[in-house]
């Protein structure tokens, strides 16, 4: 029997989202081109943070299930991509996986059919990329034939309180009757639905929400910086802010940005706008104080290591926290990478501590892991706090008898230093 929805990538965003189909009932199969991922959903193993292994098994014997085989595609009612959209070595959007999967889907893609881009991309993606794509691979036309539609996703991984259900979602069509039809489908397990006026739109919606973000940070940052190098206690100046019922949305500095989104949406926005005759300043401006903070860590940290030990080199450093984010297990575009590159560099012998990270590699090594978070800052001579997981009670990290070098404020102690 035909699924009624077929969800195409299986990553962070496509299997939450299969996920609600399910729960809301729609008969749903996943198709992903990775045979660990497929193989793994199939035994009931969950691979993405916020989705269990018991949530697999009910998804399992709910009726979904997962492949690598495109024949799943035939009759399918619904079609979602969610495919990840990353970037070039040289830093320009790639949308290879998008356009295979679009080509994928023209190959089966019959009358009737809905089709929806989830995956982040530059505003026209929809229009001049997988539109074209479909129509030539299966003669058909979209908003006579078949349906197209973009709905950018808004998965916050870690997060409990906002979800799938109840997070309102941006829906556009192709044409008026193409949104029509995307509004029936997600009205299914999505309580919200904001229908906006045409695909650009609804592109152009996601990755402002992600570039207010980025630029944001980037200010804090760079006023953390200036802080430092005057004097004046950056955390006391953002609790002070942070009063002001009105005006201002409180952001915290940090040792960098890292995820599949902040870091990478502003290059798409970029990118699309320079292909316009369109320079966005404040975007560039962002990046060179956001691609500096690893580095202010590594300053910061080295100076306690001379404070303490009277160089770096053979010096004991453990990384606290090497995920993006606090509580997944997502090491994507980590600033703890960087941070460990340049302490490495310096002669400083690196560990890490994270509970959801069991394997995290430095230019392809892979860097020792301290199993007992006691026992490893027993063992430091500087501890950094890069990501304030649950498990790092502050109230321990700020009595440790190793330095503490804390990148969040959030430690309190004789021998912590705050970024």
């Keep these: 029997m035909a699924a009624e929805l077929v969800v195409m990538g299986l990553g962070h965003v496509g299997l939450p989202l299969s996920r609600a189909a399910v729960s809301a009932g729609l008969t749903t199969a996943g198709y992903d081109v990775s045979d660990t991922v497929v193989n793994g959903l199939s035994k009931g193993r969950s691979h993405v943070g916020g ?33 990840p959209t990353g970037l070039t070595e040289k830093g320009l959007p790639d949308l290879s996986a998008v356009e295979h999967a679009a080509e994928a889907v023209a190959a089966r893609l019959r009358p009737g059919t809905l089709v929806v881009l989830e995956s ?12 074209p794509l479909l129509e030539r691979g299966s003669g058909l036309r979209a908003g ?21 259900r ?43 929400e992600n570039t207010y973000r980025y630029v944001n940070i980037a200010l804090v940052d760079e006023v953390a910086l200036f802080c430092h190098k005057t004097g004046i206690d950056i955390w ?53 104080v956001l691609s500096r903070m690893p580095d202010h860590v590594v300053d910061r940290a080295l100076t ?26 997502d090491v994507r575009e980590t600033p703890a990478r960087q941070v460990a590159a340049g302490l490495l560099a310096a002669g400083a012998d690196v560990r890490y501590h994270d509970p959801y990270a069991t394997e995290f590699t430095i230019d392809g090594r892979p860097l020792p892991r301290a199993e007992h978070l006691q026992d490893a800052m027993a063992q430091a001579d500087v501890a950094i706090l890069l990501q304030d997981h649950a498990c790092y009670a502050r109230e321990a990290l700020g009595q440790a008898r190793c330095a503490l070098l804390d990148t969040r404020g959030n430690v309190v102690g004789s021998r912590v230093t705050l970024l």
């Excluded at 998804?59 to 495919?83: E, R, S």
């Excluded at 006579?144 to 799938?164: V, Y």
């Excluded at 940090?254 to 870091?263: L, S």
């Design 51 to 83: 989705v269990g292994d018991a949530e697999v098994t009910a998804m399992l014997d709910a009726g979904f299930h997962a492949t690598d085989d495109p024949a799943v595609l035939d009759g399918a009612q619904t079609v979602v991509i969610c495919v």
């Design 236 to 288: 006391d100046v953002l609790h002070c802010a942070a009063s002001k019922p009105f005006g201002f949305a409180p952001f915290s500095p940090g040792p960098g940005v890292g995820g599949h989104c902040i870091p990478v949406d502003p290059r798409y926005l970029a990118a699309r706008a320079e292909s316009q005759g369109f320079t966005f300043r404040t975007l560039a401006a962002a990046q060179d």
């Design 166 to 208: 109840n997070t309102p979602k941006i829906v556009s069509g192709c044409t008026a009757l193409c949104a029509k039809h995307a509004v029936a489908f997600y009205a299914r397990f999505v309580d919200h639905l904001v229908v906006a006026r045409g695909t650009r739109e609804a592109e152009m919606a996601k990755l402002l």
């Design 120 to 131: 982040t991309s530059y505003p026209g993606t929809t229009e001049d990329v997988v539109r």
């Design 304 to 329: 306690l290591l001379t404070e303490v030990r009277g160089h770096p080199e053979g010096a004991r450093v453990l990384l606290l926290g090497v995920t993006y984010k606090p509580d997944v297990a």
């Design 144 to 164: 006579e034939d078949f349906h197209l539609a973009f709905s950018p996703q808004r998965i916050d991984p870690g997060n409990t309180t906002w979800t799938i």
